[in-house]
């Protein structure tokens, strides 16, 4: 059974920084793309980063434009993908979803097949 546990939400400030994680497992994920959605009240899910393998020893990171500049998405080992948020802003909160899947640079949730529980995020201002 595939499972995906995500961990390091929390609250902080506006200008702090988190380092959200997952740990998948059930099969391997070598070769999967893992990223990171969020879905704030009222808003559909929208993309915030993720990584590809892209050959070899390999993984090729990418960003939604909300995020790109402000995180840094990490494959810490293959089953296992951190997301790193600096210089948070009130706007940032949200439930934040890892999620994993087998097409190459997936952006979109329906490209996805694997899904965490949600770890929730509030930037107080």
């Known amino acids: 059974q595939v499972q995906l546990v995500e961990s390091g939400g929390g609250l902080v400030q506006a200008g702090g920084s988190l380092r959200l994680s997952c740990a998948a497992s059930?099969?391997?994920?070598?070769?999967?793309?893992m990223g990171w959605f969020r879905q704030a009240p009222g808003k559909e899910r929208e993309f915030v980063a993720a990584?590809?393998?892209?050959?070899?020893?390999?993984?090729?990171g990418y960003y939604g434009d909300y995020v790109k500049g402000r995180s840094t998405i990490s494959r810490d080992n293959a089953d296992t993908v951190s997301l790193q948020m600096n210089s948070l802003k009130p706007e940032d909160t949200a439930v934040y979803y890892c999620?994993?899947?087998?097409?190459?640079?997936?952006?979109?949730?329906?490209?996805?097949?694997?899904w965490g529980q949600g770890t929730q995020v509030t930037v107080s201002s």
């Open positions: 999620a994993a899947g087998d097409l190459y640079g997936s952006r979109r949730p329906t490209e996805f097949d694997y």
């Open positions: 059930g099969r391997t994920f070598s070769r999967a793309t």
């Open positions: 990584v590809s393998w892209s050959g070899g020893a390999s993984y090729y």
